[in-house]
């Protein structure tokens, strides 16, 4: 197409006015339908629950039993290596974090917060929370390159074997954000077994897509902690996940998993933090979901709305951009994100036409640490919260704006 005709494009779509929203993945307020009966599932008559618990009063710092053993089965870890959190995620790693550095973790010699220098390891394109909890912290961070089959394991071996500074990196194992690349049974034997200058290395395994699917063929992720106690090293991963996407984003269940080492640990420090999460709030997804077969069958549902919006990015990309070797995307099988990579040098400005246009992408650089992308290349699509119009008219927008710049 010429470069007139794209003006014209261009130039018409300004004239439409257009407000469409994909700079995160939220739920579309259609899933969110999905777990209306979580308001009414639970009443006064649930109030006693195992181990003579009353929900409605203090007890069960780290989750109640019932809530402990769904859970266990969806981090994929034993009830008693699990603490049931409040409604997010990203709290726990921040406090995991926080933790680290003002006591370190088991095997840590002295506090993190008193060593000269703390570095994570950051594979890129990323989760840009993540990030933000290393800048809070004065943390550095070292960005690692992902294959297609999970992070670069040579550089990591090779880093982590050198350099005792290098106390953690962060993972978002299946369906990653925003590449959704799941890691191979390799990747993970590899984590698992790596040697680690420093003793108290962990990593942070925020598999937050574990459950979400977009086809009747699923990734498969192999059990880290199962992986490290084979290999020595129990204490290395700290397994995060949420219902956030799952139930309802803003009153989900988040929970923390690892070796019982770990989460007594934890459970000492956060006796002193907290009297414990919304008890009755955790029964609700009890009651709601019953089990992980409840889980599966919701997210399935899940998947009827998000498979379609998927689709449609698939569609117009390829239609607008396949064959021109101006852009590389990836076509996902789980997750909540589409990653594409413009021509270098060329990702901020397209992010900046689209917006002047009224569709508003995730900022450039966000996938990088310091949001800095030395390539300036990656823009992360987020397609759950428009319809499937908005995201045609989007990707199209985009289409444009890439050939354009």
Same mark, same amino acid.
């Given at each position: 197409?010429?470069?007139?005709?794209?003006?014209?494009?261009?130039?018409?779509?300004?004239?439409?006015?257009?407000?469409?929203?994909?700079?995160?993945?939220?739920?579309?307020?259609?899933?969110?339908?999905?777990?209306?009966?979580?308001?009414?599932?639970?009443?006064?008559?649930?109030?006693?629950? %195992?181990?003579?618990?009353?929900?409605?009063?203090?007890?069960?710092?780290?989750?109640?039993?019932?809530?402990?053993?769904?859970?266990?089965?969806?981090?994929?870890?034993?009830?008693?290596?699990?603490?049931?959190?409040?409604?997010?995620?990203?709290?726990?790693?921040?406090?995991?974090?926080?933790?680290?550095?003002?006591?370190?973790?088991?095997?840590?010699?002295?506090?993190?917060? $008193?060593?000269?220098?703390?570095?994570?390891?950051?594979?890129?394109?990323?989760?840009?929370?993540?990030?933000?909890?290393?800048?809070?912290?004065?943390?550095?961070?070292?960005?690692?390159?992902?294959?297609?089959?999970?992070?670069?394991?040579?550089?990591?071996?090779?880093?982590?074997?050198?350099?005792?500074?290098? $106390?953690?990196?962060?993972?978002?194992?299946?369906?990653?954000?925003?590449?959704?690349?799941?890691?191979?049974?390799?990747?993970?034997?590899?984590?698992?077994?790596?040697?680690?200058? %420093?003793a108290d290395f962990r990593i942070i395994w925020d598999n937050a897509y574990t459950v979400h699917h977009l086809s009747d063929t699923p990734d498969h992720l192999a059990n880290l902690l199962a992986a490290c106690k084979s290999a020595g090293n129990a204490e290395r991963p700290i397994i995060i996940?949420?219902?956030?996407?799952?139930?309802?984003?803003?009153?989900?269940?988040?929970?923390?998993?690892?070796?019982?080492?770990?989460?007594?640990?934890?459970?000492?420090?956060?006796?002193?933090?907290?009297?414990?999460?919304?008890?009755?709030?955790?029964?609700?997804?009890?009651?709601?979901?019953?089990?992980?077969?409840?889980?599966?069958?919701?997210?399935?549902?899940?998947?009827?709305?998000?498979?379609?919006?998927?689709?449609?990015?698939?569609?117009?990309?390829?239609?607008?951009?396949?064959?021109?070797?101006?852009?590389?995307?990836?076509?996902?099988?789980?997750?909540?994100?589409?990653?594409?990579?413009?021509?270098?040098?060329?990702?901020?400005?397209?992010?900046?036409?689209?917006?002047?246009?009224?569709?508003?992408?995730?900022?450039?650089?966000?996938?990088?640490?310091?949001?800095?992308?030395?390539?300036?290349?990656?823009?992360?699509?987020?397609?759950?919260?428009?319809?499937?119009?908005?995201?045609?008219? %989007?990707?199209?927008?985009?289409?444009?704006?890439?050939?354009?710049?």
């Amino acid at each position: 197409m010429s470069q007139s005709a794209l003006f014209s494009r261009y130039d018409a779509f300004r004239a439409q006015k257009l407000n469409i929203d994909m700079t995160r993945g939220k739920p579309c307020n259609a899933q969110l339908d999905l777990a209306a009966d979580l308001m009414t599932c639970v009443t006064n008559a649930d109030a006693m629950v %195992a181990d003579g618990v009353d929900i409605r009063n203090y007890g069960a710092m780290d989750g109640i039993a019932e809530a402990k053993m769904l859970f266990a089965d969806y981090l994929e870890v034993a009830t008693d290596e699990i603490i049931i959190g409040s409604n997010s995620s990203l709290s726990l790693m921040y406090d995991t974090l926080a933790r680290a550095m003002l006591f370190g973790v088991p095997d840590s010699a002295v506090a993190w917060g $008193k060593l000269p220098e703390v570095k994570f390891l950051c594979p890129v394109p990323g989760y840009d929370r993540h990030f933000s909890i290393c800048e809070n912290f004065g943390i550095k961070m070292i960005p690692i390159a992902m294959n297609s089959d999970g992070p670069d394991m040579d550089q990591i071996e090779r880093l982590v074997a050198e350099d005792e500074a290098i $106390k953690g990196m962060w993972s978002v194992p299946k369906y990653s954000n925003p590449s959704g690349i799941t890691y191979s049974p390799d990747v993970v034997a590899r984590l698992a077994q790596m040697r680690c200058k %420093a003793a108290d290395f962990r990593i942070i395994w925020d598999n937050a897509y574990t459950v979400h699917h977009l086809s009747d063929t699923p990734d498969h992720l192999a059990n880290l902690l199962a992986a490290c106690k084979s290999a020595g090293n129990a204490e290395r991963p700290i397994i995060i996940g949420s219902t956030a996407k799952v139930s309802l984003a803003g009153s989900s269940v988040a929970m923390i998993g690892g070796s019982k080492r770990n989460i007594d640990a934890m459970k000492k420090q956060m006796g002193i933090q907290t009297i414990g999460a919304d008890k009755v709030n955790q029964l609700r997804h009890v009651r709601f979901f019953k089990n992980m077969a409840g889980i599966e069958a919701h997210m399935r549902k899940h998947a009827a709305i998000l498979r379609p919006k998927f689709d449609a990015v698939q569609d117009v990309l390829g239609r607008e951009l396949g064959g021109l070797n101006i852009a590389t995307w990836s076509k996902p099988n789980g997750g909540y994100f589409v990653s594409l990579d413009t021509l270098p040098g060329k990702a901020k400005r397209v992010i900046e036409m689209a917006a002047a246009v009224g569709v508003n992408l995730t900022p450039a650089g966000s996938t990088t640490p310091y949001k800095r992308d030395p390539a300036d290349t990656n823009i992360r699509i987020a397609p759950s919260f428009p319809s499937i119009p908005d995201i045609r008219t %989007a990707m199209e927008v985009m289409s444009v704006c890439i050939q354009l710049a």
